[in-house]
């Protein structure tokens, strides 16, 4: 029993001071004088020392003394406190998560598609790119032709050309790009051009193209019924058997065509 | 002795503080990710739909005459895979784009022989390449008469279906040139119109397409 009280001292002790309580000056000095009055050596003080610490890591005082009510009694307060602490700092996570993705979000905003305007820029491309709504075409070919200027005379023979890019600056490069690229469609559409040199000057009008992947926006009936990418419609133009007429491209700041609209009749 | 409990206790804590630190540096990641310009693709998904639920009547004749069009590519395509004269990699070619205008290559389609008035269930898949291994020199598939018998009518599915009709002329001819087999089978080709999530290149979007279904044989003669 005696030894049990002096375990119960520096119970107290230790805990108090993991927890960071107030400071007990004169405690362990308490201790000493008790064990000494109760006949305890200095070697048992110190194992009894080391055992209350033991019974303190976590995990080991749960199993150890399950059936003592007051070490019961200490490691629940034990696990009240990490309980405390445990909460505090999840509180403390989640405040920093929040604050985090609330940064995030902001910068997203601000630096991704707020003020930059690269982006607006992208973006408004992007959705004039996506969706073609299906009444795009009101404009008519008739309309085109009387508000374009008149696109320089080709080759004879080729498809009526709308070289209306009124969304687009025209430049010289996207002209003759223009222009290369009615002729190359004129020849892949004709089956009596061997398939070899045809896959040539496919390979050949795809380079007009900013890349591979720039959309083809197929209309009939001024209303779009179709899209390809620019690959897969020159591939198209080559085996379906029939001609098709540009009616619209979009060039960007090199002349390289962004998208293509064609007729097809 | 207590101290050495206390440390016991403040690695406890460092261990929290650390995993608080690699949660908060995984989320200053993630952040930063999220600020990387997005990707075009996720631009573009983002974009506004076609609105209407219902297609206008011109909108509608858009699609049946693009229909009719690719009914024609279909037959196009099947002249050029059954040329036996022609190079493999344009007939490998025209039988993906032909797949191209199905709504899946499982789709069924009959084919029939006015010899023995049997009518066989295969994919479009199977039908193309069977093309490509006719038991002729020559082939000559002609359609012709491509109509509608059936206009658009809008399903129970939000779809639109339609049905065309076509009248094939097959010949087949010997090393010699000799007509060995002629038929001409009218079929009909289920056609739906349906607003489709497509990847186009780099570009997601949702827009009305028009593609072909199963085709049936109505009738053979020889």
């Given at each position: 029993m005696s030894e049990q009280s002096i375990k119960e001292l520096i119970r107290n002790f230790l805990i108090n001071n993991a927890e960071g309580g107030?400071?007990?000056?004169f405690a362990e000095l308490i201790i000493k004088q008790e064990a000494e009055r109760q006949g305890i050596d200095q070697h048992r003080l110190k194992e009894l020392y080391t055992e209350v610490s033991r019974e303190l890591t976590p995990g080991k005082a749960t199993s150890k003394k399950t059936s003592d009510p007051l070490v019961k009694s200490e490691e629940e307060r034990k696990k009240e406190s990490l309980g405390y602490k445990l909460t505090s700092r999840k509180v403390i996570m989640v405040a920093a998560v929040v604050l985090l993705v609330v940064l995030a979000g902001v910068g997203y905003f601000y630096f991704?598609?707020?003020?930059?305007p690269l982006a607006q820029d992208r973006v408004e491309n992007d959705s004039s790119a996506t969706e073609q709504p299906?009444?795009?075409?009101?404009?008519?070919d008739t309309v085109h032709s009387a508000t374009s200027p008149a696109a320089p005379a080709?080759?004879?023979?080729?498809?009526?050309?709308?070289?209306?890019?009124?969304?687009n600056p025209v430049s010289p490069q996207a002209t003759a790009n223009a222009a290369s690229l009615e002729q190359y469609m004129e020849k892949l559409s004709d089956?009596?051009?061997p398939y070899a040199s045809r896959e040539e000057i496919k390979q050949q009008a795809v380079?007009?193209?900013?890349?591979?992947?720039a959309n083809v926006l197929i209309f009939t009936n001024n209303h779009q019924t179709g899209r390809e990418t620019v690959d897969d419609y020159l591939d198209i133009v080559q085996l379906q058997g029939f001609k098709i007429t540009i009616k619209d491209k979009k060039f960007n700041n090199d002349g390289k065509i962004t998208q293509l609209s064609v007729i097809e009749q | 002795m207590g101290r050495l409990h206390s440390s016991q206790l403040l690695s406890s804590k460092t261990k929290g503080l650390v995993a608080l630190w690699i949660l908060l540096l995984c989320v200053c990641m993630e952040a930063m990710a999220v600020c990387e310009p997005p990707v075009e693709v996720c631009a573009f998904a983002e974009t506004e739909e076609l609105t209407a639920d219902d297609l206008s009547p011109e909108q509608l004749e858009a699609f049946k005459a693009a229909a009719q069009r690719k009914t024609a590519a279909l037959n196009n395509y099947i002249k050029i895979i059954s040329?036996?004269?022609?190079?493999e990699a344009i007939r490998s070619k025209s039988i993906a784009l032909a797949l191209r205008?199905?709504?899946?290559?499982?789709q069924p389609v009959q084919v029939s022989s006015a010899l023995n008035e049997s009518v066989k269930n295969i994919t479009i898949r199977q039908y193309l390449n069977n093309l490509k291994v006719l038991p002729y020199r020559r082939v000559d598939i002609r359609w012709f008469d491509?109509?509608?018998?059936r206009e658009f009518k809008k399903g129970r599915d939000g779809k639109y279906y339609a049905v065309i009709t076509i009248f094939q002329e097959y010949k087949g001819f010997s090393?010699?040139?000799?007509?060995?087999y002629t038929d001409i089978t009218q079929k009909e080709i289920e056609v739906v119109l349906d607003r489709l999530t497509r990847r186009i290149g780099d570009t997601e979007v949702k827009e009305w397409d028009v593609l072909l279904r199963g085709i049936r044989v109505v009738e053979t003669k020889s």
């Amino acid at each position: 029993m005696s030894e049990q009280s002096i375990k119960e001292l520096i119970r107290n002790f230790l805990i108090n001071n993991a927890e960071g309580g107030r400071a007990m000056p004169f405690a362990e000095l308490i201790i000493k004088q008790e064990a000494e009055r109760q006949g305890i050596d200095q070697h048992r003080l110190k194992e009894l020392y080391t055992e209350v610490s033991r019974e303190l890591t976590p995990g080991k005082a749960t199993s150890k003394k399950t059936s003592d009510p007051l070490v019961k009694s200490e490691e629940e307060r034990k696990k009240e406190s990490l309980g405390y602490k445990l909460t505090s700092r999840k509180v403390i996570m989640v405040a920093a998560v929040v604050l985090l993705v609330v940064l995030a979000g902001v910068g997203y905003f601000y630096f991704g598609a707020g003020n930059n305007p690269l982006a607006q820029d992208r973006v408004e491309n992007d959705s004039s790119a996506t969706e073609q709504p299906l009444e795009d075409t009101s404009q008519t070919d008739t309309v085109h032709s009387a508000t374009s200027p008149a696109a320089p005379a080709l080759s004879a023979g080729i498809a009526a050309v709308d070289n209306n890019t009124n969304t687009n600056p025209v430049s010289p490069q996207a002209t003759a790009n223009a222009a290369s690229l009615e002729q190359y469609m004129e020849k892949l559409s004709d089956a009596s051009l061997p398939y070899a040199s045809r896959e040539e000057i496919k390979q050949q009008a795809v380079t007009l193209f900013a890349n591979k992947n720039a959309n083809v926006l197929i209309f009939t009936n001024n209303h779009q019924t179709g899209r390809e990418t620019v690959d897969d419609y020159l591939d198209i133009v080559q085996l379906q058997g029939f001609k098709i007429t540009i009616k619209d491209k979009k060039f960007n700041n090199d002349g390289k065509i962004t998208q293509l609209s064609v007729i097809e009749q | 002795m207590g101290r050495l409990h206390s440390s016991q206790l403040l690695s406890s804590k460092t261990k929290g503080l650390v995993a608080l630190w690699i949660l908060l540096l995984c989320v200053c990641m993630e952040a930063m990710a999220v600020c990387e310009p997005p990707v075009e693709v996720c631009a573009f998904a983002e974009t506004e739909e076609l609105t209407a639920d219902d297609l206008s009547p011109e909108q509608l004749e858009a699609f049946k005459a693009a229909a009719q069009r690719k009914t024609a590519a279909l037959n196009n395509y099947i002249k050029i895979i059954s040329n036996k004269s022609e190079k493999e990699a344009i007939r490998s070619k025209s039988i993906a784009l032909a797949l191209r205008l199905f709504v899946d290559d499982k789709q069924p389609v009959q084919v029939s022989s006015a010899l023995n008035e049997s009518v066989k269930n295969i994919t479009i898949r199977q039908y193309l390449n069977n093309l490509k291994v006719l038991p002729y020199r020559r082939v000559d598939i002609r359609w012709f008469d491509i109509a509608y018998v059936r206009e658009f009518k809008k399903g129970r599915d939000g779809k639109y279906y339609a049905v065309i009709t076509i009248f094939q002329e097959y010949k087949g001819f010997s090393a010699e040139g000799q007509l060995l087999y002629t038929d001409i089978t009218q079929k009909e080709i289920e056609v739906v119109l349906d607003r489709l999530t497509r990847r186009i290149g780099d570009t997601e979007v949702k827009e009305w397409d028009v593609l072909l279904r199963g085709i049936r044989v109505v009738e053979t003669k020889s």
